[in-house]
């Protein structure tokens, strides 16, 4: 009996590694297994080998699960049968009636015991310790799977073929591995809030890595300087005018245009102005750089390609006739990742719940703060929504409301709004 029971336990033992095999080499982490690999270690380049081939990856796999099915078969055609003779002998039943009712007893024992042991020590402990050390795990157990694989090649190449000709048949097309280790950007904003959610990630880590991946579908008209706001040189100005001008907006680089904000001639550096006024020299189109454009509708991806390229800090914003839409900067794109370091917030809460705004701040970011859905096909700021709602320039007192939002004009600045209070609009609050 002890040999009977050994091998038993042999079989559970075996599902176990072979249940552990499939799922580490499918949760392995591809980045640790290739830098181990790039270091040397050769359990790693083997493993590695493995993971870079779909096709190995699909074999190795396929013989994990031929000797998960011949061990599970194993234990059920030769562990019940023994395992209840030996327990039908212990319970010592003769005649017939009791030898039926003993050997049933004796069966269902045996089921019992051989399914616990081989749910939870061939399967679930294997399968648990196989994803919380998926690194570890596959290193170890890789090279005896292989070994069997090249034992069972035929046997295992035989079976992925039937299975490919079975899936063709139902009209599927098996996907070789290619892309199953890759993530959307949907997966991996879930994995950076389950990774927050248990501590593993801090939650200013977490908000940037959103940020990151939010980043991409955002256009140059989203996070530029609008033209209205545009502080800028004209060609030639004096030098009292420079300093005035300096003194009030307080920049490093600013625009110089020649009759107006559509004809921009380049952009001055803050100590090209300080040296012009030095000499007292009136600002030239010399003393002005060349500067890049885009075009408003262009990602924010392409913006920083052409900021590289052109080995500059700012670039002008155009619109779909040509005309100056704005000016976006190297501060702009990183306030998109990191958030705008500002003295003053551009949203902030009141007591009763309601948003104090800059007309700046996006729509869609106003209704997420409300907790509703607020967007507009056309435009992307506060300023534009009111501008565009009341058909003319806003005035302080100005009330609009769109969607299910409210919004109260409290201050202007040039033709659009500088601030103004958002609330929903059935909300119970006085203005």
Same mark, same amino acid.
């Given at each position: 009996m002890l040999?009977?029971?050994?091998?038993?336990?042999?079989?559970?033992?075996?599902?176990?590694?072979?249940?552990a095999?499939?799922?580490?080499?499918v949760?392995?982490?591809?980045?640790?297994?290739?830098r181990?690999?790039l270091?040397?270690?050769?359990?790693?380049?083997?493993?590695h080998?493995?993971?870079?081939?779909?096709?190995?990856q699909?074999?190795?796999?396929?013989?994990?699960q031929?000797?998960?099915?011949?061990?599970?078969?194993g234990l059920? &055609?030769?562990g019940?049968?023994? $395992?209840?003779?030996?327990? @039908?002998?212990?319970?010592?039943?003769?005649?017939?009636? +009791?030898?039926i009712? #003993? +050997?049933?007893v004796?069966? #269902?024992?045996?089921?019992s015991?051989?399914?616990y $042991?081989?749910?939870?020590?061939?399967?679930m402990?294997?399968?648990?310790?196989?994803?919380?050390?998926?690194?570890?795990?596959?290193?170890?157990i890789t090279?005896?799977?292989?070994?069997?694989?090249? #034992?069972?090649?035929?046997?295992v190449?035989?079976?992925?073929?039937?299975?490919?000709?079975?899936?063709?048949? @139902?009209g599927?097309q098996?996907q070789? !591995?290619?892309?199953?280790h $890759?993530y959307?950007?949907?997966?991996?904003?879930?994995?950076?809030?389950?990774?927050?959610a248990?501590?593993l990630?801090?939650?200013?880590?977490g908000?940037?890595?959103?940020?990151?991946?939010d980043? !991409?579908?955002?256009t140059?008209?989203e996070? &530029?300087?609008?033209?209205?706001?545009?502080?800028?040189?004209?060609?030639?100005?004096?030098?009292?005018?420079m300093? #005035?001008?300096?003194?009030?907006?307080r920049?490093?680089?600013?625009?110089?245009?020649?009759e107006?904000?559509d004809?921009?001639m380049? &952009?001055? +550096?803050?100590?090209?102005?300080?040296?012009a006024? %030095?000499?007292?020299t009136p600002?030239?189109?010399?003393?002005?750089?060349? &500067?890049?454009?885009v075009?408003?509708?262009?990602?924010?991806?392409s913006?920083?390609?052409?900021?590289?390229?052109? %080995?500059?800090?700012?670039?002008l914003?155009?619109?779909?006739?040509?005309?100056?839409?704005?000016l976006?900067? *190297?501060s702009?794109l990183?306030?998109?990742v990191?958030?705008?370091i500002?003295?003053?917030?551009s949203?902030s809460?009141?007591y009763?719940?309601?948003?104090h705004?800059?007309?700046?701040?996006?729509?869609?970011?106003?209704?997420?703060? *409300?907790?509703?859905?607020?967007? +507009?096909?056309?435009?992307?700021s506060v300023?534009?929504?009111v501008?565009?709602?009341?058909g003319?320039?806003?005035?302080v007192?100005?009330?609009?409301?769109?969607?299910?939002?409210?919004f109260?004009?409290?201050?202007?600045?040039?033709?659009?709004?500088s601030?103004c209070?958002?609330?929903?609009?059935?909300?119970?609050?006085?203005?």
């Amino acid at each position: 009996m002890l040999t009977a029971l050994l091998i038993i336990l042999a079989l559970v033992v075996l599902n176990g590694l072979f249940v552990a095999a499939e799922f580490a080499i499918v949760g392995a982490p591809r980045a640790a297994i290739e830098r181990r690999a790039l270091a040397g270690q050769r359990l790693a380049q083997v493993v590695h080998r493995v993971l870079d081939v779909p096709q190995r990856q699909d074999r190795y796999i396929a013989t994990a699960q031929l000797g998960i099915t011949v061990a599970s078969l194993g234990l059920g &055609m030769y562990g019940e049968h023994v $395992l209840a003779d030996w327990i @039908l002998r212990q319970l010592g039943a003769s005649g017939a009636p +009791h030898y039926i009712a #003993a +050997h049933s007893v004796a069966s #269902a024992i045996a089921v019992s015991l051989l399914t616990y $042991l081989h749910i939870v020590v061939g399967e679930m402990v294997p399968k648990s310790i196989a994803l919380q050390r998926a690194e570890h795990t596959v290193l170890w157990i890789t090279p005896p799977i292989l070994w069997m694989q090249y #034992a069972c090649y035929p046997v295992v190449v035989g079976l992925n073929e039937l299975g490919n000709l079975l899936l063709k048949a @139902l009209g599927l097309q098996r996907q070789a !591995g290619t892309r199953e280790h $890759l993530y959307s950007t949907e997966e991996l904003e879930l994995v950076v809030r389950e990774s927050e959610a248990g501590g593993l990630l801090r939650a200013e880590s977490g908000r940037i890595l959103r940020e990151l991946f939010d980043f !991409g579908e955002l256009t140059a008209r989203e996070v &530029m300087t609008p033209r209205v706001q545009i502080a800028g040189l004209p060609l030639g100005a004096e030098p009292s005018v420079m300093r #005035a001008f300096v003194a009030e907006h307080r920049y490093s680089r600013y625009p110089v245009y020649g009759e107006d904000l559509d004809e921009i001639m380049g &952009m001055v +550096h803050l100590k090209d102005l300080i040296v012009a006024c %030095e000499r007292d020299t009136p600002l030239t189109a010399s003393t002005a750089s060349p &500067m890049p454009y885009v075009p408003e509708t262009a990602p924010l991806g392409s913006v920083i390609d052409v900021l590289r390229k052109e %080995e500059t800090h700012m670039a002008l914003v155009i619109d779909e006739h040509g005309g100056t839409a704005g000016l976006v900067t *190297l501060s702009d794109l990183f306030d998109e990742v990191i958030g705008e370091i500002e003295e003053r917030p551009s949203i902030s809460r009141d007591y009763l719940g309601r948003l104090h705004v800059k007309g700046t701040v996006r729509v869609e970011e106003v209704g997420e703060q *409300l907790g509703v859905s607020l967007e +507009h096909p056309d435009v992307d700021s506060v300023s534009g929504l009111v501008l565009t709602v009341l058909g003319r320039p806003p005035r302080v007192g100005d009330r609009v409301e769109y969607e299910s939002v409210r919004f109260d004009v409290t201050a202007t600045e040039g033709h659009g709004v500088s601030e103004c209070i958002a609330a929903v609009a059935n909300q119970q609050t006085k203005f």
